[in-house]
C-alpha cells in the first residue's frame, strides 16, 4: 500500500541530527515493503532556518519538502500565518502527486495541516490517521483565555470525529481524542528512537553537610553531571535547575538547545563555571554529550500538557537516571522502571532532595530504553495500521 506521512516539525537526519518519530515511522513503513511519502516543511521548527535537502537518504522512502513561510518564534502570529499557508500549499501539491495514498497519517499539531489532510483523504477514500503529538489547543489555555481558543477546539473535534484512527504519543492524548468525541481506534505510540546500546549511569547520592542543611549537600560521587536537551521556552522550568546548581558545588549541568528565554537563562547562570550552554547539538554531539553525563533533566510545568517527551526517551536510551517534575505519565513512568525521582516544580529544594536520592537496587537502564525502542514501536504500529486497511477493505466488499 501507498503511505502518505504528514509532519513539518520533526528534525531530518539528512541535516545531521537524529531521525525522530516520523522519520522512523516511515522507514518502519518502508521496511515492511510499503511505498511510503514524508512530508515536511523546507523550514526547520528547531533552528528557524529554511532547509535544503541537497542529497536524499536512503531509507527506501521519498520526501517532499512543502515551501513554508518562517517564523522567528513558537508563539508569535507569523507561526500561525506560516501554518495556514501551509496546510494550503500543502494540498495543492498533494493533488499534483501521480499516485494518491491508501493511507495517511498526519500529526496534530498544526491543526491546519492536520484538517487539510483529513479533507484530502476523505475526498481520495484514504484512511486518515490523526497522530497526536501535542495538545492544541488546550497548551495555548496559560497564555490566552479559552474564548480564543473556540476556532481551534472545533477544529481539534472536526479532526478527532471524522478520523478513521488515533494514535498519541501518551495517553492523556488519548483520552482527549475521546474528550471531543473520537468513537474510531486508538492506539498509544510512544516516541520511537534508535535504542542502540545502552550505557550504565554512575550511582549517585548525597550526604548532608556538616551544618545538616538542606542545601549545602556534597555528593558521595566526585561530581554529578546534570544534561538538559530541549527548548527554553515558557514550558521549562530551568530556572529553579540553574538556581539549585549554583547552589550544590559538586554539581554541573549541561543545557543543549535553544529558545526565548536563553538570554535570561544565562544572565542567570552568569558566573557559575558549572553550567555550561552547548547549543544546538546534531546527532552525534548530543550522543556524545549524553554518554558523558550521569543525569537527565525533565524539567517541564505539569500545565504544559505535555505527557512523554522526546528528551525522556534520549535519556533513557543513553542510560542516564530521570530527574523530572512534570508527573503525571512520565512520573509514571520513571517510577515503574525505578529509573529515577519526581521533584515539585519552581522548589529548589525539592529539586536538591530528589537529586539527593540514592539509585534504586531495582534499577534497568535497558528496561525503560526498551519501551521506546522504535524498531518494536513502529513494527506494531505498521502492524496496526494493516489490520486497519484490511479491516476496510473486508468491510466494503460485504
Not at 515536511?40 to 532556518?49: G, L, P, Q, V, Y
Not at 538538559?228 to 521549562?236: E, L
Not at 538556581?243 to 552568569?270: C, F, H, W, Y
Request: charged share 25%; with cysteine.
Amino acid at each position: 500500500m501507498t503511505v502518505w506521512i504528514v509532519n513539518p516539525f520533526d528534525n531530518l537526519p539528512l541535516e545531521g541530527y537524529r531521525p525522530q518519530r516520523y522519520w522512523l515511522m516511515a522507514r518502519g513503513f518502508a521496511s515492511a515493503g510499503h511505498k511510503v511519502v514524508y512530508w515536511t516543511s523546507d523550514f526547520s521548527h528547531a533552528t528557524k532556518r529554511k532547509r535544503a535537502l541537497v542529497r536524499q537518504q536512503d531509507d527506501g522512502f521519498a520526501v517532499r519538502l512543502v515551501p513554508s513561510m518562517p517564523y522567528p518564534a513558537n508563539v508569535c502570529l507569523r507561526r500561525l500565518v506560516s501554518h495556514w499557508l501551509l496546510a494550503r500549499r500543502w494540498a495543492r501539491l498533494a493533488e499534483k502527486e501521480s499516485e494518491m495514498p491508501d493511507v495517511v497519517i498526519a500529526s496534530t499539531p498544526p491543526l491546519g495541516l492536520c484538517s487539510a489532510a483529513l479533507r484530502f483523504a476523505k475526498r481520495h477514500g484514504a484512511l486518515f490517521v490523526a497522530d497526536i503529538m501535542d495538545a492544541w489547543p488546550e497548551t495555548f489555555e496559560r497564555i490566552a483565555p479559552r474564548w480564543m481558543l473556540s476556532p481551534m477546539r472545533r477544529i481539534a473535534q472536526r479532526i478527532y470525529t471524522q478520523a478513521d484512527a488515533v494514535s498519541a504519543v501518551a495517553s492523556r492524548y488519548i483520552d482527549l481524542a475521546k474528550s471531543y468525541g473520537a468513537t474510531a481506534p486508538v492506539k498509544l505510540s510512544y516516541h520511537g528512537i534508535d535504542i542502540g546500546d545502552v550505557s550504565s549511569s554512575i550511582k549517585f547520592g548525597f550526604e548532608k553537610g556538616s551544618d545538616n542543611s538542606t542545601l549545602q549537600l556534597r555528593l558521595k560521587t566526585p561530581t554529578l553531571r546534570l544534561v538538559y536537551i530541549g527548548s527554553f521556552g515558557a514550558s521549562y522550568d530551568l530556572e529553579t535547575a540553574i538556581t539549585a546548581v549554583k547552589q550544590m558545588p559538586n554539581v554541573a549541568l549541561d543545557i543543549a538547545g535553544s529558545g526565548p528565554k536563553e538570554t535570561t537563562l544565562r544572565q542567570m547562570a552568569d558566573g557559575c563555571e558549572r553550567i555550561r550552554f552547548r547549543g544546538y547539538l546534531a546527532d552525534a554531539e548530543m550522543k556524545a554529550l549524553l554518554r558523558n553525563c550521569d543525569a537527565g533533566l525533565v524539567p517541564m510545568f505539569p500545565d504544559s500538557c505535555v505527557g512523554v517527551p522526546y528528551k525522556l526517551a534520549d535519556y533513557a536510551a543513553a542510560g542516564l537516571r530521570i530527574v523530572e517534575c512534570l508527573g503525571g505519565e512520565t512520573q509514571s513512568l520513571v517510577e515503574n522502571f525505578h529509573a529515577g525521582a519526581h521533584y515539585e516544580p519552581r522548589n529548589v529544594a525539592s529539586l536538591v532532595a530528589a537529586l539527593a536520592q540514592p539509585t534504586d537496587a531495582n534499577w534497568n537502564p535497558s528496561a525503560l530504553a526498551a519501551t521506546f525502542d522504535a524498531r518494536r514501536i513502529f513494527k506494531d504500529y505498521v502492524d496496526w495500521i494493516e489490520r486497519l486497511v484490511e479491516d476496510a477493505s473486508r468491510h466494503c466488499r460485504q
